[in-house]
């Protein structure tokens, strides 16, 4: 293809103001884009700092309703909900899953109340949060997650959560055949209309640590999750993952994390038609504050930088613990 060359075509021509930057902006961000994660904790009118993440904190569930009503303001169209389980609510089995009084299940009734309608709430299913040993399933004699036995105790956590009124269900374990068998108990149960956002390509990273902090399964984990997340080595495995996904009956899949995977949520926005999310976590979060207080950038500006980013690589939306920052500055 022939371009015009210079002095014909000036490409500064259309940089040189503001109005014009603005009208040939290829790529838009809005707080419609953002998923607020928010971890929830037991107590009341409770506020936890987690100190390996500056600016987040556990809430009580209360204050979790407050939160929900702070981003219905904010134009944040939904939530992400982690519970920190108690240590002695944790077990072998995670059997606190199931419970429907668990935190996680007063959090969404808590979140329902305060805010109706306005508000989406996307909930975590995985084991990890409730389990003693810190892995996102059962293990079997040999310490081996276990995946069909596994998959059996999810569908059952997915119920749980969508009868307490989560409106998506985000599978984040990792293993084989889950999305298809939630889809079916989902229907079976009357929750036709709650989504399914697969953690599809979910990598066995490096920046996970502060949310296992978070979440109360850093210090319990024992061994790796290098047999069910991905090595971070591989591509094209991760696009077989979404296409299994997609098939089994997922709305919408998620690339986790998300920077260091931009290639991942380009070619998977290339090859599917399908929403593709990114989990900007909590690793990439530290990583943003510790270079704002060392002067590095200002934060705010290498925060719209990045979640640019992953909407011009094909993201239709972002987990971040950034949102409400993102919105505020989007709102003016």
């Keep these: ?28 961000l809005t707080p419609a884009d953002l998923i607020w994660p928010l971890f929830v904790t037991e107590g009341s009118s409770v506020e936890e700092p987690v100190g390996s993440l500056p600016g987040v904190s556990r809430w009580s569930v209360d204050l979790i309703a407050v939160r929900a009503r702070e981003a219905v303001s904010l134009g944040i169209p939904c939530l992400a909900l ?14 606190e899953a199931l419970n429907p009084d668990n935190l996680m299940c007063r959090a969404i009734k808590a979140v329902r109340d305060a805010c109706g309608g306005e508000i989406g709430i996307l909930t975590d299913v995985a084991l990890d949060p409730y389990t003693s040993h810190g892995q996102d399933g059962l293990l079997d004699d040999a310490g081996y997650v276990a995946n069909d036995d596994t998959v ?11 009868a307490a009124g989560a409106d998506i ?73 979404i296409a299994l996904d997609i098939v089994e009956g997922a709305d919408s899949v998620m690339v986790k994390p998300g920077l260091a995977y931009l290639d991942i949520i380009w070619r998977a926005k290339q090859r599917f038609e399908v ?19 060392a002067g590095v950038a200002e934060r705010e500006a ?31």
């Design 1 to 28: 293809m022939s371009i015009a060359s210079y002095p014909n075509l000036r490409m500064r021509r259309t940089r040189a103001s503001s109005w014009s930057r603005a009208m040939h902006r290829e790529t838009q």
């Design 82 to 95: 982690f519970p920190n389980t108690q240590p002695d609510r944790r077990s072998e089995d995670g059997a």
């Design 152 to 162: 059996a105790v999810l569908v059952d956590q997915a119920i749980n959560q969508a």
């Design 169 to 241: 269900v985000a599978p984040s374990d990792m293993m084989d055949g889950r999305v298809r068998a939630i889809r079916m108990a989902l229907e079976m149960n009357g929750h036709a209309n709650v989504q399914i956002m697969a953690y599809s390509a979910k990598y066995a990273s490096a920046f996970y640590g502060p949310f296992r902090d978070a979440v109360g399964s850093g210090g319990l984990l024992k061994g790796d999750k290098k047999s069910y997340q991905m090595d971070p080595a591989n591509g094209d495995e991760a696009l077989r993952e």
């Design 275 to 293: 929403p593709v999310f990114a989990y900007q976590v909590s690793g990439e979060y530290a990583l943003i504050e510790a270079g704002a207080a």
């Design 302 to 332: 290498l925060v719209m930088e990045k979640l640019i980013a992953f909407k011009r690589a094909g993201c239709a939306g972002v987990l971040t613990y950034h949102a409400p920052l993102a919105a505020r500055a989007l709102n003016g």
